[in-house]
């Protein structure tokens, strides 16, 4: 009994009840942490999603107009940028300003390559591949996992590896990142971009 006086005594104190409120503190505020960790997570990876949506459509418009597959798949690689890591060519040492203005100055040097080897040179990425080489490894790079020419309506389907950042995600996978796809269908208008006119057309002369 005098042990029971003495607990109860002891959590009348203040320092006692202060220290408890301490300590379910932390524990609410960590469970909130985790919340917004789990929400930012999520919503990186409907963003990289829609990425290849967006890069998906921009190959599929490149694909029906007549280009082929090398300016099909590098029109893809620029319009998921922003899934693709940290600028390793030129050496990002420019800051964000920078970093912004040589990817201005690039890009259209880098559509405009006429080989993988000299494209590389122009412009690269972590997760895209150098010739044979990838820094962010191959499966973390944006994979053309389909286009058939074709078909009509025409469908291009990319995918790629997002590398998990959080720990609370990767509690839910075994593995280190998460597959995500993006797919996109078009009208097929290759045919109708490469045929020549017919010379009894209305067309007005040049």
Sequence with gaps: MHCAHQ?????????????????????????????????????????????????????????????????????????????AGAMTVPPDNTGLAGYWAVEQERIPA???????????????????????????????????ESLDRNASPLSVRVRQDIPVNSVLFSAFYSGDSVPLSGECRIENHCMLYLTDMPEYTNAPAP
């Excluded at 919503?43 to 300016?71: P, Q, S």
């Excluded at 006429?114 to 191959?138: H, K, M, Q, V």
């Design 110 to 144: 880098y559509l405009g390559s006429r080989t993988w080897a000299e494209a590389d040179d122009i412009l690269n990425y972590e997760r895209w591949p150098f010739s044979g080489y990838s820094f962010g490894g191959y499966r973390f790079r944006v994979q053309v």
């Design 7 to 83: 607990i109860e005594a002891a959590r009348a104190k203040p320092g006692f009840r202060s220290g408890q409120a301490a300590i379910e503190s932390i524990i609410v505020v960590g469970l909130i942490l985790l919340i917004f960790i789990g929400i930012f997570e999520l919503a990186r990876l409907f963003a990289a999603e829609e990425i290849l949506n967006y890069a998906a459509g921009r190959g599929a418009r490149a694909a029906t107009v007549g280009f082929n597959d090398f300016m099909v798949e590098k029109t893809i690689r620029v319009a998921a940028i922003p899934n």
